[in-house]
């Protein structure tokens, strides 16, 4: 069976997995860079600005939560961030490479990374009830639920030995 074929019988919702999974990790790798190449004093002088922009009192609770988390921040912090995003969009690049291709490893791979997130992503919508805390958790239980579907299709289509 030649590459053509085995790609025309792929499920398309891999393929749509694969797009989002390389967002994420083109999101990363934007946000990463951004914060390495501003480094950490212009990332306080803008947040600083952005504070004062927003008309919010020093004093109060969040205000001051984010000046004591920007004094922190030094570009030794920074560069070690950027890192952790930079690998963490190779594994999200891999992920999405894999999944275009309908690697099997990439679909346990794409289940087990999921559902990692999910009990943090139902604390969340139990905690805030955020609309992006929903939307987070729908999305990623559609794609557990969708790979674990693939998975279940293949085992199940697999000759026996």
């Known amino acids: 069976?030649?590459?053509?074929?085995?790609?025309?019988?792929?499920?398309?919702?891999?393929?749509?997995?694969?797009?989002?999974?390389?967002?994420?990790?083109?999101?990363?790798?934007?946000?990463?860079?951004?914060?390495?190449?501003?480094?950490g004093v212009e990332i306080q002088a803008l947040c600083e600005q952005m504070l004062r922009h927003?008309?919010?009192?020093?004093?109060g609770e969040i205000p001051s939560v984010i000046h004591k988390a920007l004094t922190s921040v030094d570009d030794r912090n920074l560069t070690i961030f950027a890192l952790g995003t930079l690998l963490y969009a190779i594994v999200r690049f891999i992920e999405a490479y894999g999944l275009w291709r309908a690697f099997g490893w990439t679909e346990w791979f794409a289940l087990a990374s999921g559902a990692i997130y999910l009990p943090?992503?139902?604390?969340?919508?139990?905690?805030t009830g955020k609309t992006l805390a929903y939307l987070a958790l729908v999305m990623n239980l559609l794609v557990v639920g969708y790979m674990a579907l693939?998975?279940?299709?293949?085992?199940?289509?697999?000759?026996?030995?």
């Open 54 to 59: 927003l008309r919010l009192n020093p004093a």
């Open 1 to 39: 069976m030649n590459h053509q074929t085995i790609e025309s019988q792929q499920p398309k919702g891999l393929r749509a997995i694969a797009i989002l999974e390389a967002g994420k990790g083109l999101l990363a790798l934007i946000v990463g860079l951004a914060l390495h190449e501003l480094g």
């Open 120 to 127: 943090f992503e139902v604390y969340e919508v139990f905690t």
């Open 150 to 161: 693939i998975i279940q299709k293949r085992y199940r289509n697999k000759p026996s030995a």
